[in-house]
């Protein structure tokens, strides 16, 4: 079956911009998961989403926001992107909340310029 | 504090050398589960164990094995006769309220 598929793999975005980044998980995996990683501060949690509701959410700032749709896709925006937002931005789903059957996808590496 | 450890900063081995990558934990959780990913260049995060916290067997699984011990908070990793393909980022993690708490992670280069 198909694995997680984050679109797009790349994209260079100026500062102040926004952008959205997608996610389709597994199929039948219902919780969708973001992280962020940069060199300095490692892979962090970002949020959480199952049936449509945000469960979990990390410590960042409210200019990141997230959905999930009835199809368990999932985006995740960022406004008044900043240079510090240059980051390797993971999606992952799992069957449901607490199976910790975490699947990655490949990313989403966003620069900001 | 949740806080999961990985004093490797990068390893260089030469193919078919045996590696172990640490890893230690600090949780106040009695129950939790610890991961193992690895992540090659092209990114993705790839699963390589689950282990919960009653569970203190030793695993193996081909040139991989995985050394538990709640003793002294450590989930180590081995790789037997190392090779090219092997190297990549690992990453060493603890669940907490679902959500993953990643170590900084481990480089290894294998060398042919």
């Known amino acids: 079956k198909a694995g997680v598929t984050q679109t797009p793999r790349y994209l260079i975005k100026t500062r102040g911009q926004q952008v959205t980044l997608s996610c389709s998980p597994i199929?039948?995996?219902?919780?969708v998961s973001w992280y962020q990683q940069t060199p300095g501060q490692g892979l962090q949690f970002l949020f959480e989403?199952?049936?449509?509701?945000?469960?979990n959410k990390g410590n960042f700032p409210g200019r990141f926001s997230g959905r999930q749709f009835s199809n368990s896709r999932s985006e995740m925006n960022v406004s008044t992107l900043e240079l510090g937002d240059s980051a390797l931005y993971l999606c992952?789903?799992?069957?449901?909340?607490?199976?910790?059957?975490?699947?990655f996808g490949s990313g989403t590496r966003l620069t900001v310029v | 504090a949740q806080k999961v450890t990985q004093a490797q900063t990068e390893i260089s081995v030469v193919e078919k050398e045996d590696v172990t990558l640490d890893c230690v934990y600090e949780?106040?959780?009695?129950?939790?589960?610890l991961f193992w990913y690895k992540q090659p260049p092209s990114g993705e995060l790839v699963f390589l164990i689950r282990?919960?916290?009653?569970?203190?067997q030793n695993e193996i699984s081909g040139r991989y094995s995985w050394n538990f011990q709640k003793s002294t908070s450590s989930f180590n990793f081995t790789i037997t006769a190392s090779q090219v393909v092997d190297s990549a980022v690992y990453f060493c993690?603890?669940?907490?309220?679902?959500?993953?708490?990643f170590g900084t992670g481990t480089r290894l280069q294998v060398f042919p």
């Open positions: 992952a789903s799992s069957l449901v909340v607490g199976s910790y059957g975490y699947t």
């Open positions: 199929s039948g995996h219902r919780s």
């Open positions: 989403y199952f049936s449509e509701t945000q469960r």
């Open positions: 949780t106040r959780d009695t129950t939790y589960y």
């Open positions: 282990r919960n916290s009653f569970d203190e």
């Open positions: 993690a603890l669940i907490r309220t679902d959500k993953l708490i």
